[in-house]
């Protein structure tokens, strides 16, 4: 028999990417950058427990340590333009001014959602993907539902879509009281006894 391999065997996952335009890569909701140069281009991404590695026709452009946190990014500086100006027209000012045409509870949201980034242009998924939502629920309840989000100090997408999922944002219906009837029993004493 032959001796082992010296190094254990690495189980490993491929999976095809389309490259953000914010130049970073999706796996399992964590978020790793990539040479901006590859924005909008399909590249191949090989993770393990352990690494992230990300491939362009055949070479290796990017190398991670693997992070399990969801909605994070995980950056490296030399993949970021000098300025970011390959993304002038998703400035903050345009997505907080879109949000603001919403309401004013929608603007400051998507404000709260860029403040809570590194990068101002890491933020700029998940403020696409809050304005989004006036397309299922109609721009009246993403305010509404904003304007919750922001009164119970959770401003984030995924408050504001389960808001919005729930239906907290609409107002309940004052028709009817409702009927409770109270157990007969020694030691209750019923809205009565109070009066």
Same mark, same amino acid.
């Given at each position: 028999?032959?001796?082992?391999?010296?190094?254990?065997?690495?189980?490993?996952?491929?999976?095809?990417?389309?490259?953000?335009? !914010?130049?970073?890569? !999706?796996? !399992?909701?964590?978020?790793?950058?990539?040479?901006?140069?590859?924005?909008?281009?399909?590249?191949?991404?090989?993770?393990?427990?352990?690494?992230?590695?990300?491939?362009?026709?055949? @070479? +290796?452009?990017?190398?991670?340590?693997?992070?399990?946190?969801?909605?994070?990014?995980?950056?490296?500086? !030399?993949?970021?333009?000098?300025?970011?100006?390959?993304?002038?027209?998703?400035?903050?000012?345009?997505?907080? /001014?879109?949000?603001?045409?919403?309401?004013?509870?929608?603007?400051?949201?998507? @404000?709260?959602?860029? +403040?809570?980034?590194?990068?101002?242009? /890491?933020?700029?998924?998940?403020?696409?993907?809050?304005?989004?939502?006036?397309?299922?629920?109609?721009? /009246?309840?993403?305010?509404?539902?904003?304007?919750?989000?922001?009164?119970?100090?959770?401003?984030?997408?995924?408050?504001?879509?389960?808001?919005?999922?729930?239906?907290?944002?609409?107002? +309940?219906? /004052?028709?009817?009281?409702?009927?409770?009837?109270?157990?007969?029993?020694?030691?209750?004493?019923?809205?009565?006894?109070?009066?």
């Amino acid at each position: 028999m032959r001796p082992l391999p010296a190094a254990p065997y690495v189980f490993a996952e491929w999976k095809e990417l389309t490259v953000a335009f !914010d130049y970073h890569v !999706d796996i !399992d909701r964590h978020y790793y950058s990539v040479p901006h140069a590859l924005v909008g281009h399909s590249a191949w991404a090989r993770f393990s427990a352990g690494s992230v590695e990300v491939f362009f026709r055949g @070479e +290796r452009v990017a190398t991670h340590v693997r992070s399990y946190q969801r909605g994070v990014h995980t950056t490296i500086a !030399d993949h970021m333009p000098k300025s970011h100006r390959a993304h002038a027209e998703w400035s903050p000012r345009r997505l907080i /001014q879109w949000g603001e045409s919403i309401g004013p509870a929608t603007g400051a949201v998507v @404000e709260q959602l860029l +403040r809570s980034k590194p990068h101002l242009e /890491q933020g700029y998924r998940a403020c696409l993907g809050l304005l989004s939502l006036s397309r299922e629920y109609g721009e /009246q309840r993403l305010e509404t539902a904003s304007a919750l989000a922001l009164r119970l100090c959770s401003p984030t997408r995924k408050s504001v879509k389960s808001i919005l999922e729930s239906g907290r944002d609409l107002p +309940r219906a /004052q028709s009817e009281p409702l009927a409770f009837e109270m157990p007969m029993h020694g030691n209750v004493r019923g809205p009565g006894y109070y009066h």
